[in-house]
């Protein structure tokens, strides 16, 4: 399985950006894919997820109201759609995948995933 995360780049406070994850190497019928962030110095946290199972989404409280996870199945990507964006929102997101049923306490939860994608830098100026 290769995930290729994209959509990256600078951007001002209160602009937006897509982030896309392409998967491939098999078919994804029952997934959940997430999207995490580690900014400098930080540890790596929880940003989004989409469980295909019951087209659960889930968001951390920074993001929510301001970012949307939407899946395309005939393309086998899954989006993060960032609104007004802020400068703590500077990362190095990830995307990540499940190929596994999963329950909602392990959504957040960085080993709950099987594979990572290489990352796509945001950066947001003040």
């Known amino acids: 399985v290769q995930l290729q995360a994209s959509g990256g780049g600078l951007v001002q406070t209160g602009g937006s950006l897509r982030l896309s994850c392409a998967a491939s190497?098999?078919?994804?019928?029952?997934?959940?894919m997430g999207w995490f962030r580690q900014a400098p110095g930080k540890e790596r946290e929880f940003v989004a997820s989409?469980?295909?199972?019951?087209?659960?989404?889930a968001y951390s409280d920074s993001v929510k109201g301001r970012f949307t996870i939407a899946r395309d199945n005939a393309k086998n990507t899954v989006y993060l759609q960032m609104t007004g964006l802020k400068a703590e929102d500077t990362a190095l997101y990830y995307c990540?995948?499940?190929?596994?049923?999963?329950?909602?306490?392990?959504?957040?939860?960085?080993?709950?995933?099987?594979?990572w994608g290489q990352g796509t830098q945001v950066t947001v100026s003040s």
């Open positions: 190497g098999r078919t994804f019928n029952d997934y959940t």
């Open positions: 990540a995948v499940r190929l596994r049923r999963i329950i909602n306490s392990q959504l957040r939860t960085i080993s709950s995933y099987d594979y």
């Open positions: 989409f469980r295909r199972s019951d087209l659960n989404t």
